[in-house]
């Protein structure tokens, strides 16, 4: 492949993450507003099962998975939908939205140390302590509210961002190892419908205890709709298609543009504040990623 066609594929790879990264900037506020209406596993279920509806038409016609693959598959349907998703919604219903995007902003370090154990990438000067720098950012913003208010709900719900975190960054280097020679949409289709299988027997629960359906307002419609349409279906595709196309120890600088978008949404939407502890770790988190990447200067515009 010439010079001139790389550059045209890496870029746009960028612009596909940088897409796929501003939608689940919007996520965590908006479905965190939708889980005042309706509870997490039906929210689930109806975002990826429908979500799979969508990209059957494009999956059929994208071949098949070999048998040698249907267990890696399931496992990063497993990581990238069923824990990732479930730990995130469950911490949405306890803890700001705005501390959702920033825990899971700490993945480039995760991830760039993943892509030297397991993909064997070639790995970065000051890697360490910017993996430690970052790591404090991460504590001080999970434990920020022992500070405030004493052990409450909302350390949960932040230790649940973190483990969501964790399982996406796992599902990340497992997809770029093993699958990322298959089609996205055929890949895509088969997490979505793994991962929303996985949540059925909760969301049948919740429908013969609570009957969330009954009950839907804007709130729960909205959240279904984005759900399905933009976090779902087309940021799950461009991240996957885009995951194609960088090294994996650059995918995850782009969650550098998740908390500007959530902020800009949880501040007037839902009436989140910034306490200074927040902004501390904040700092340490992409001083942190900065430095394990070499990159003082670093976002992901500069890669267009």
């Given at each position: 492949?010439?010079?001139?066609?790389?550059?045209?594929?890496h870029?746009?790879?960028?612009?596909?993450?940088?897409?796929?990264?501003?939608i689940?900037g919007?996520?965590?506020?908006?479905f965190k507003?939708s889980?005042q209406?309706?509870?997490?596993?039906t929210?689930?279920?109806?975002?990826?099962f429908?979500?799979?509806?969508?990209?059957?038409?494009?999956?059929?016609?994208?071949?098949?998975?070999k048998h040698?693959?249907i267990?890696t598959?399931?496992i990063?349907?497993f990581?990238?939908?069923?824990?990732n998703?479930?730990?995130?919604f469950w911490?949405?219903?306890?803890a700001?939205?705005?501390?959702a995007?920033?825990?899971a902003s700490?993945?480039?370090v995760?991830?760039c140390?993943?892509?030297?154990?397991?993909?064997?990438?070639k790995?970065?000067?000051?890697l360490?302590?910017?993996?430690?720098?970052?790591?404090?950012?991460?504590?001080?913003?999970?434990?920020?509210?022992?500070?405030t208010?004493?052990?409450d709900?909302?350390?949960?719900?932040?230790?649940?961002?973190?483990?969501?975190?964790?399982?996406?960054?796992?599902?990340?280097?497992?997809?770029?190892?093993?699958m990322?020679?298959?089609?996205?949409?055929?890949?895509?289709?088969?997490?979505?419908?793994?991962?929303s299988?996985t949540?059925?027997?909760f969301?049948?629960?919740?429908?013969?205890?609570?009957n969330?359906?009954?009950?839907?307002?804007?709130?729960?419609l909205v959240?279904?709709?984005?759900?399905i349409?933009?976090?779902s279906?087309?940021?799950?595709?461009?991240?996957?298609?885009?995951?194609k196309?960088?090294?994996?120890?650059?995918?995850g600088?782009?969650?550098?543009?998740d908390?500007i978008?959530?902020?800009?949404?949880?501040?007037?939407?839902?009436?989140?504040?910034?306490?200074?502890?927040?902004l501390?770790?904040?700092?340490?988190?992409?001083?942190?990623?900065?430095?394990?990447e070499?990159?003082?200067?670093?976002?992901?515009?500069?890669k267009?």
């Amino acid at each position: 492949m010439s010079s001139l066609a790389t550059s045209r594929t890496h870029r746009n790879g960028v612009l596909a993450l940088i897409i796929a990264n501003i939608i689940w900037g919007a996520a965590a506020p908006i479905f965190k507003l939708s889980l005042q209406n309706i509870p997490p596993f039906t929210l689930a279920f109806l975002r990826f099962f429908g979500a799979s509806l969508l990209l059957y038409p494009f999956a059929i016609k994208a071949g098949k998975i070999k048998h040698r693959d249907i267990l890696t598959l399931i496992i990063i349907s497993f990581f990238g939908v069923t824990f990732n998703i479930a730990f995130f919604f469950w911490g949405l219903m306890s803890a700001p939205a705005i501390n959702a995007t920033v825990i899971a902003s700490s993945g480039p370090v995760f991830l760039c140390l993943g892509g030297i154990l397991f993909l064997k990438e070639k790995p970065r000067k000051k890697l360490l302590g910017g993996l430690l720098i970052s790591l404090l950012g991460v504590i001080i913003i999970i434990g920020q509210p022992i500070f405030t208010e004493g052990f409450d709900g909302q350390l949960v719900g932040n230790i649940f961002f973190l483990l969501a975190m964790i399982f996406h960054t796992a599902y990340t280097i497992l997809y770029k190892k093993s699958m990322s020679h298959y089609s996205t949409f055929l890949i895509t289709y088969w997490m979505f419908l793994i991962g929303s299988l996985t949540f059925l027997p909760f969301f049948l629960y919740e429908t013969v205890t609570v009957n969330p359906l009954f009950s839907l307002d804007i709130r729960g419609l909205v959240g279904i709709g984005f759900g399905i349409f933009l976090s779902s279906a087309l940021a799950y595709f461009l991240f996957d298609w885009g995951l194609k196309r960088i090294p994996s120890q650059e995918i995850g600088i782009f969650a550098y543009l998740d908390p500007i978008i959530a902020a800009a949404i949880a501040i007037p939407l839902l009436g989140e504040t910034v306490s200074s502890l927040f902004l501390l770790g904040s700092l340490l988190i992409f001083g942190g990623i900065a430095i394990a990447e070499n990159r003082l200067h670093y976002h992901p515009l500069h890669k267009l």
